[in-house]
Nanobody, 116 residues
Framework: QVQLEESGGGLVQPGGSLSLSCASS????????RAWYRQSPGNERELVARIALGGPATYADAVKGRFIMSRDNAKDTVHLQMNSLKPEDTAVYYC??????????WGQGTQVTVSS
C-alpha cells in the first residue's frame, strides 16, 4: 500500500515557484524525522530539508533562503515551498519519513524541472 504520496511537481521557469506536498498513511507516533531529498541524473540523492521531532526545519546550503519546509501536524503532511528556482534545482524530489526504529520510508518521487 502507498504510505507516502507526493504531489506538486512540474515544469517552471527560472525564478518561479513550486510547492510540493507529501501525505502520509503511517503511524505518526513512530516517526521521528521527516525530510525532502532530491536526485538529479548522474548524482547521488541529497538531503534538501529536514524536520526532526520537535525541532525547526534545517536546509541544505544550496536551498537555504529559497525553500521552506513545513508540516501539517493534524494530517501528518509535509510541504516544500520552493521559490526563486534555478535550473540546478531540476531533480526528482522524494519525501522521506524516518522511523524511530531506524528504517526509512520513501515516496515514489516527483519530477521538478526548471527550464525556460
Amino acid at each position: 500500500q502507498v504510505q507516502l504520496e507526493e504531489s506538486g511537481g512540474g515544469l517552471v521557469q527560472p525564478g518561479g515557484s513550486l510547492s510540493l506536498s507529501c501525505a502520509s498513511s503511517l503511524s505518526t507516533s513512530n516517526i521521528n524525522a521527516r525530510a525532502w531529498y532530491r536526485q538529479s541524473p548522474g548524482n547521488e540523492r541529497e538531503l534538501v530539508a529536514r524536520i526532526a521531532l520537535g525541532g525547526p526545519a534545517t536546509y541544505a546550503d544550496a536551498v537555504k533562503g529559497r525553500f521552506i519546509m513545513s508540516r501539517d501536524n493534524a494530517k501528518d503532511t509535509v510541504h516544500l515551498q520552493m521559490n526563486s528556482l534555478k535550473p540546478e534545482d531540476t531533480a526528482v524530489y522524494y519525501c522521506n519519513f524516518h522511523h524511530k526504529a531506524g528504517w526509512d520510508y520513501w515516496g515514489q518521487g516527483t519530477q521538478v524541472t526548471v527550464s525556460s
